[in-house]
């Protein structure tokens, strides 16, 4: 059962807009999320994380909202780049027991063309 | 900065072969992870260890093992690779509740 889920496979935006990635979990004992950025032959890089106990982190060009009732997180990218273009995975973190791992969706491959 | 190095970037072995994917990071992290990535399944969780010598299977263990005598080292072991586990292979780690920091990935091919 994938507790974590990434719906949207990919993401065409122009450069410049913004970009919407969306993100949906299932277990209510998560309370930490991540979002990471991988290119092709890389690990996948940090981006920027949220709390529980917030509704919005905000980094330079990138912001996580989370909406807890919905159990619904996004991140919006303005204005987005063509270096932008990369897959963008999701992640959770829980409460208790094994709290230090990660579940990852599946990922939506962001493309921003020029 | 936080360094993830991984023993190697590309790996081509033999089926049958026993393979051995080192991992070390340089922050005195104590969680270690290995996952692996395949196109249209994510990242997929093999193993982690949370202390040295202790180990987690993760979501899909079979016929992987692992191994972490120093706090610094985590590595990935096939006892027998096969075809179906020709994968691009990911190793993390991170502080007790936070940020998993990835190294650059090994892209093993199993003929």
């Known amino acids: 059962d994938q507790q974590v889920k990434q719906n949207s496979p990919s993401l065409s935006v122009q450069e410049g807009r913004i970009s919407i990635l969306n993100c949906d979990y299932t277990?209510?004992?998560?309370?930490?999320f991540l979002w990471y950025k991988k290119y092709p032959a890389e690990g996948p890089t940090f981006l920027i994380s949220?709390?529980?106990?917030?509704d919005k982190n905000e980094d330079g060009r990138f912001t996580v909202f989370l909406n807890k009732s919905a159990k619904h997180l996004s991140l919006h990218i303005v204005p987005s780049q063509p270096g932008d273009s990369a897959v963008y995975f999701c992640?959770?973190?829980?409460?208790?027991?094994?709290?230090?791992?990660?579940?990852f969706g599946k990922g939506t491959l962001l493309t921003v063309n020029p | 900065d936080v360094k993830v190095t991984q023993s190697s970037r590309y790996l081509v072995k033999r089926t049958g072969e026993k393979v051995f994917l080192e991992c070390v990071q340089d922050?005195?992290?104590?969680?270690m992870f290995w996952y692996r990535q395949d196109p249209g399944l994510g990242l997929r969780l093999i193993y982690f260890?949370?202390?040295?010598?202790?180990?987690e299977k993760g979501d899909i263990p079979e016929g992987y093992s692992v191994s972490r005598e120093k706090k610094e080292r985590f590595s990935l072991i096939l006892e027998s690779a096969s075809t179906n586990q020709t994968s691009m292979y990911l190793c993390?780690?991170?502080?007790?509740?936070?940020?998993?920091?990835f190294g650059p990935g090994t892209r093993l091919t199993v003929l």
């Open positions: 993390a780690s991170s502080a007790r509740k936070g940020a998993s920091f």
């Open positions: 277990n209510s004992m998560f309370d930490y």
């Open positions: 949220i709390s529980s106990i917030k």
């Open positions: 992640a959770a973190i829980g409460r208790g027991g094994s709290n230090y791992k990660l579940t």
């Open positions: 922050m005195d992290h104590e969680n």
């Open positions: 260890s949370y202390d040295v010598k202790m180990k």
